[in-house]
């Protein structure tokens, strides 16, 4: 079975276990009472969506981790599909999904209703747990540091690569929690950055890491499934959080991390629209940049349907991310 083949069969695979597992986990989801709860200063349009079961990055989790372990196992049967090196982002997957169903409880039940876990405590747990991948991509894994386009060799960072990657991890996932505020949206443009560096990958001959990422790939499709609008569930931190966070790992491990803000512009494109925000507002004294931030509301607010921004949002991604490969390729 050559590399293509088996890829798109890893695909399909975790595709059909993730729609197989979707309709039991949000009857699951209902029973508890898991509902989103709606910003009241967000677009009005999205007060209809109150009550939607959220955490549902947890049908993605768990079809990857049952489909990477069980091709781990093909090894007892003389054939190699997965090797120890996706363990890694695979429990930064499954960490960061931890952290991101903390934040969503702590949001639908805990003491922040509507609001989830302080930012400061997420954000220092995030760099916390990016640490040691950092230390275990550069001095276990024997990760490239980092690819310029047109240059064969990989360039030696030295120590600057230990803070370099604890920030695309953590920026990473923030970038794709801003991205998730639409239905479908997060789920499209995560599966083509996947769809992306799993072709750098293969390219590469990181045969491993373009299997885990098309694996990737394919459980983001079956979430969409569920997750295209009207969504019946939502991502939730407990699934951009991680998600986002991995697409970091799996950038880093292809030494193309200056790649992401090609492949995934439109996460980046949402966080720094915030940052943007942010800072104009402090400067001017209470102006706006934005109509809103993320950058999908601005839009909304200018008068685009939800489905156009996601549609249009994800052209631009498919674009850039075609263009990330084939500067990779240069």
Request: glycine share 10%; hydrophobic share 55%.
């Amino acid at each position: 079975m050559n590399e293509t083949t088996l890829s798109l069969t890893l695909t399909g695979l975790s595709f059909m276990m993730t729609v197989i597992w979707g309709g039991p986990l949000i009857r699951l989801l209902h029973y508890f009472r898991i509902g989103k709860l709606i910003r009241f200063e967000g677009p009005d349009s999205h007060i209809t969506k109150m009550g939607t079961p959220t955490m549902g990055g947890w049908m993605v989790i768990l079809p990857v981790v049952m489909v990477t372990l069980l091709m781990n196992a093909s090894i007892l049967f003389g054939m190699k599909i997965y090797s120890s090196i996706v363990f890694l982002p695979l429990t930064v997957l499954v960490g960061y999904g931890f952290l991101g169903a903390i934040d969503d409880w702590e949001g639908i039940r805990g003491q922040r209703i509507g609001k989830g876990m302080r930012a400061r405590t997420k954000f220092i747990l995030q760099i916390i747990f990016a640490i040691p991948v950092a230390y275990l991509l550069r001095d276990v894994l024997n990760a490239p540091q980092m690819f310029w386009p047109g240059v064969y060799d990989a360039f030696d960072l030295g120590l600057w690569y230990y803070p370099i990657a604890v920030f695309i991890i953590v920026s990473c996932s923030n970038a794709v929690n801003f991205t998730d505020g639409l239905d479908g949206l997060a789920g499209l443009i995560s599966a083509m950055a996947f769809t992306a560096f799993g072709i750098i990958a293969l390219i590469q001959g990181q045969d491993f890491i373009g299997r885990f990422c098309f694996t990737m790939v394919g459980a983001l499709f079956g979430f969409l499934w569920f997750n295209v609008h009207p969504a019946e569930l939502f991502m939730g931190d407990s699934g951009s959080l991680a998600i986002g966070a991995t697409l970091g790992v799996i950038a880093l491990m292809t030494g193309q991390w200056l790649l992401i803000p090609v492949i995934a512009i439109i996460p980046v494109s949402e966080a720094l629209s915030v940052v943007l925000q942010i800072i104009y507002f402090r400067l001017t004294g209470g102006k706006r940049l934005f109509k809103m931030a993320p950058l999908h509301h601005h839009f909304e607010l200018r008068g685009w349907s939800e489905t156009q921004v996601v549609q249009r949002f994800w052209l631009v991604s498919l674009m850039f991310a075609l263009a990330g490969v084939a500067i990779a390729m240069v």
